[in-house]
């Protein structure tokens, strides 16, 4: 090797001395350069062995050796499989099979190319696995094929890749539109906000409240028991043990209720085939969307099949020590936001009244919907 790059080196100074040539003798640029060039792509260093000589000639071969192992190659972009999803449904986008062989940091671009006329909102637009809602469909439109195009560069190079998601209507799930199995997905989504100064309240002014209640899909809900849930608290970024036993608590909440009479809600440890699997994802960062349930239901028995509820890995989460109505620093109590969310898992929707465990929002801080409220308990013994 050691005489390749002294070649390579040698064909530097000769292509310097072109260089020199061309300031000096302008007529012989032509004949010089195209010279130099041709002899260069064929050792094939071009822009190192220019970059070794401007580096200095005292230890030439080894500076050819470290240009060669510093050369930066262009990432690979992986934009994932096409999917055939549901309209209404949360899609998600995966491009984190791409891939940089020098180990540069990548930064991910998604950009719908077709159909021009749709505007479509992701949420974490900018990392390798982000996800939207996917549109309705219009009543004369079985069918719409999304094409994203997927950019990732390592600041040098970008590269490219594209993934089709087909969406399909909600009354059609399956493969055959005469299958009597319809499946619907919904995906419902909430919100964190940080407290401000009046938002941390002196006396328990939280209550039952009223008996507000609603259900996102009329009628639907689980119909054998018990319904098996599993939690997977790897990024949740506090303690897994202290994390999974909050969530717990918040299926045990509703479970305490004794409606429908006997066990609702059973552990296991089985992940993939728990019916409503409990997780943490990164979606946008602090405070805005603080996660969302997706639950899938047959249109023909109204039973519900499978929900996943996730939680924003962006958002920081404890365990409060301590019972607080109000909001207060920039944490969100696992349990409380756990039964919001399992409450969407059971068909609960939101309502307006702030002392509910449906409210669709909540402060940093507040452990207001550990416990459920009138409406809550209304909406849950009227259904089950
Ligand atoms: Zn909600």
Redesign the pocket.
Known sequence: MNKLYRTVILITILFSSSLLAIVAFPDTIMASTQNTNSTLAGAGFQPEARQADTQGHANAGTDANIQESQRNHPPNADAGNNKIVRESENVELDGRGSSDQDGDKLTYRWELVSPKNLKIKLYDANSADPNFIAPTLDSSTSKVTLVFKFTVSDGNYPATDIVRISVTPLDTGGDDPNDNNKITTLT?I?TGEQPSKNQFFASDVCGAGTTAYSYLASGVKWRTFPVTFAIDAANSHIDINAAKTAVRKAFAAIDALNQPAGLFFQETSNYAAAKIKFTWKYIDGPFRQLGY?TFSYRTDTKALISATITLDSGDKYFVSPTERCGGSGSLFDVQNIAT??IG?AINLG?VSDRLQS?Y?SSLAGETLKRTLGNGDIKGISTLY
């Open positions: 419902v909430d349930t919001h969310e969407h939101h449906m669709p």
